[in-house]
T-cell receptor, first 114, second 117 residues
């Protein structure tokens, strides 16, 4: 059964900082990797996703995937107060196989120093 | 845009009683619906995955007898927590997606928070 683990459990950074959130997974057959963000009291929302090894950048966010290391990460640059949230990583097997299971980690609680 | 509504937002039930929660997809066809539980211990567990025209697949530690799910059409799903006890506390989230393959993005509702007395 897929195991997805996130680190750190929580992170507090000053505004403007660059930071990294990590996610490891156990199933080497995984094909889809995503980050979701959940603001307090709100629904989790998909932030970014990636299928193949390498990097993908969208604005201040970059996702980096290394399948061989069973690891992917989310880099946030120029952290803003609106970035404060619970960040959840999610992993899924090959899309379209009929097995649409998305397995989530427990999350990293990210907040800015007030 | 794609939206998912869940209700009730919060519910309190006595130990041993049951409660039903509902999930409504608006703006897209919810071909598959996944029910998750986000517990006070911060785990984010998949309970079951319901895909139209397929049997509902329950994860290890979750059963149909305890968490019966209905997915009668492409916009609605419901789940009941039968015989709720303290360990069933948590935020129950439904995530719906359109299509049977391709991108895996789930659109989540804001959840139903279950408190058991």
């Amino acid at each position: 059964q897929q195991k997805v683990q996130q680190s750190p459990e929580s992170l507090i950074v000053p505004e403007g900082a660059m930071t990294s959130l990590n996610c490891t997974f156990s199933d080497s057959a995984s094909q889809y990797f995503a980050w979701y963000r959940q603001h307090s009291g709100k629904a989790p929302k998909a932030l970014m996703s990636i299928f193949s090894n390498g990097e993908k950048e969208e604005g201040r966010f970059t996702i980096h995937l290394n399948k061989a290391s069973l690891h992917f990460s989310l880099h946030i640059r120029d952290s803003q107060p609106s970035d404060s949230a619970l960040y959840l990583c999610a992993v899924s097997p090959l899309p379209g196989t009929g097995s649409n299971r998305l397995t989530f980690g427990k999350g990293t609680k990210f907040s800015l120093i007030p | 845009g794609a939206l998912v509504y869940q209700y009730p937002r919060r519910t309190i039930c006595k130990s041993g009683t049951s409660m039903r929660m509902e999930c409504q997809a608006v703006g897209f066809q919810a071909t598959s619906v996944a029910w998750y539980r986000q517990s006070p211990q911060k785990t984010f567990e998949l309970i079951a995955l319901s895909t139209v025209n397929s049997a509902i697949k329950y994860e290890q530690n979750f059963t149909q007898e305890k968490f019966p799910i209905s997915h009668p059409n492409l916009s609605f799903s419901s789940m009941t927590v039968l015989n709720a006890y303290l360990e069933d506390r948590g935020l129950y989230l439904c995530g719906a997606r359109e299509g049977l393959g391709g991108p895996e993005t789930l659109y989540f509702g804001s959840g139903t928070r279950l408190t058991v007395l």
